[in-house]
């Protein structure tokens, strides 16, 4: 990735500073305005923006929702990502502690770009992309948009493809399960919208860097609390012998 600081349009739903002129140069101001008003959220632990970014630590190579209970990286070391996806795209694995995964669904800020919101939901919601023989096309011609300009839509406000989105998505859905049920993985992988236990196991080792027996092992091995895990997913026994 480009080592920058990604920036998307402003969000919709949160407040616009009190000003009544419009300058020129308003857009610089207000897209240099979105890194310092998400490090402050982050920093704040404020609940509010929740599902609406998600920031990844350089030094961990980890991302985390705003509310991470993890003590906050420093503001140098960290970018902030529109969705799970772009995290995950630029090269971060989801966060044990804060669990990416359990974030509020939130496409409230996207506002009037209905289509994203809709294809979103029929992903994330319904797994319009997870079912044998589906298409972007398909899914785009049920918004009434090409494939083309959904792509285009998703790389404006979420910074990840539709299909990057449905990848994250079904991971999500996966961990959930691993952390909420007693499920053979194989029923996990199915239920979670991967055609097959294998790819299942390729997939979430590449996002979480770990197979899903040993987050299972993990959890199990630390109570429901995890307490005893940093945000890598090391116990911290384990960090400190080395
Ligand atoms: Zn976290």
């Given amino acids: 990735m480009e080592g920058g600081r990604y920036r998307w349009p402003k969000p919709d739903s949160i407040p616009e500073k009190a000003s009544g002129m419009r300058a020129r ?14 490090d402050r959220a982050r920093l704040a632990r404020d609940p509010v923006y929740d599902g609406r970014f998600y920031t990844g630590v350089h030094t961990t190579g980890i991302y985390c929702r705003p509310i991470c209970p993890v003590h906050p990286a420093r503001s140098a070391n960290v970018s902030f990502f529109p969705s799970a996806a772009a995290a995950e795209a630029a090269g971060f694995r989801p966060c044990l502690r804060c669990r990416p995964e359990t974030a509020p669904f939130c496409s409230a800020w996207i506002g009037s770009r209905a289509t994203v919101e809709r294809a979103l939901r029929l992903i994330v919601e319904d797994g319009a992309l997870d079912v044998e023989g589906s298409t972007v096309e398909h899914l785009a011609a049920r ?14 406000y979420l910074q990840a493809s539709p299909s990057k989105v449905a990848r994250t998505a079904r991971v999500q859905r996966a961990k959930r399960l691993i952390d909420e049920t007693s499920l053979p993985m194989t029923e996990i992988a199915m239920q979670a919208g991967f055609g097959s236990l294998r790819r299942f196991n390729a997939v979430f080792a590449e996002v979480y860097g770990r197979p899903p027996t040993e987050i299972r092992r993990t959890r199990r091995s630390t109570g429901k609390e995890v307490k005893a895990v940093d945000n890598a997913g090391n116990q911290k026994s384990l960090t400190l012998s080395r």
């Avoid at 140069?25 to 890194?35: E, G, K, Q, R, T």
């Avoid at 948009?145 to 285009?152: E, N, T």
Wanted: hydrophobic fraction near 55%; include cysteine; charged fraction near 20%.
């Fill in 25 to 38: 140069v308003s857009i610089l101001v207000s897209m240099s305005l979105d890194f310092a008003e998400c």
């Fill in 143 to 156: 918004l009434g948009v090409g494939a083309r300009q959904l792509a285009r839509l998703f790389a404006r």
